[in-house]
T-cell receptor, first 110, second 116 residues
Framework: LAKTTQPISMDSYEGQEVNITCSHN???????ITWYQQFPSQGPRFIIQ???TKVTNEVASLFIPADRKSSTLSLPRVSLSDTAVYYC???????????FGPGTRLSVLP | EAGVTQFPSHSVIEKGQTVTLRCDPI?????LYWYRRVMGKEIKFLLH????????ESGMPNNRFLAERTGGTYSTLKVQPAELEDSGVYFC??????????????FGNGTRLTVT
């Protein structure tokens, strides 16, 4: 099971772009990279998933270099409501293979 | 589309009692998972259903935990008898087709279980 390493916490200000990098050196060929967001008293919420290069949706972008040993979640123009814990997960979509770490606690300041 | 719903949202029981947690997955999702986060620890996998069949229950902590998914729709997780260390938040998640990209897990908001 691929392990991930990401910063424990980050601070940002409203309107800034936030980039959270995740390391996954032992990612396997069949593994996807998936990011979740979690607010207090809620379950993790899917943000974005990718396999290689760049993926963009309405809320975020995911950058994956060619070697796939890391990935960067980019949140454009964050707001106070983006304060949450962000989890980087690596694996196939078999949920039993997801290994949740402590995530990155993002604090957006006014 | 309704999301994954869990009931109850909170439960407080005494040690030795029985508690049953319920999860209603998103309609049409064959895959259903249970996870839990005990105090101060990370979210851990408990088990996986494909329709009504248990695909993987390697994460179940012991035989005091029993999960069912009758008819392949909703699922229940029973803890009997509950112990203090069972306190935590129990999450349910469902997904549609694990073979496809962008068929991720959708989580419920969890049941916070407190055993006193």
């Amino acid at each position: 099971l691929a392990k991930t390493t990401q910063p424990i916490s980050m601070d940002s200000y409203e309107g800034q772009e936030v980039n959270i990098t995740c390391s996954h050196n032992n990612i396997a060929t069949n593994d996807y990279i998936t990011w979740y967001q979690q607010f207090p008293s809620q379950g993790p919420r899917f943000i974005i998933q990718g396999y290689k290069t760049k993926v963009t949706n309405e809320v975020a972008s995911l950058f994956i270099p060619a070697d796939r040993k890391s990935s960067t979640l980019s949140l454009p123009r964050v707001s106070l409501s983006d304060t949450a814990v962000y989890y980087c997960l690596v694996g196939d979509n078999y949920g039993q293979n997801f290994v949740f770490g402590p995530g990155t606690r993002l604090s957006v300041l006014p | 589309e309704a999301g994954v719903t869990q009931f109850p949202s909170h439960s407080v029981i005494e040690k030795g009692q029985t508690v049953t947690l319920r999860c209603d997955p998103i309609s049409g999702h064959d895959n259903l998972y249970w996870y839990r986060r005990v105090m101060g620890k990370e979210i851990k996998f408990l088990l996986h259903f494909v329709k009504e069949s248990k695909q993987d229950e390697s994460g179940m902590p012991n035989n005091r935990f029993l999960a069912e998914r009758t008819g392949g729709t909703y699922s229940t997780l029973k803890v009997q008898p509950a112990e203090l260390e069972d306190s935590g938040v129990y999450f349910c998640a469902s997904s549609q087709d694990i073979r496809q990209i962008n068929s991720p897990l959708h989580f419920g908001n969890g049941t916070r279980l407190t055993v006193t």
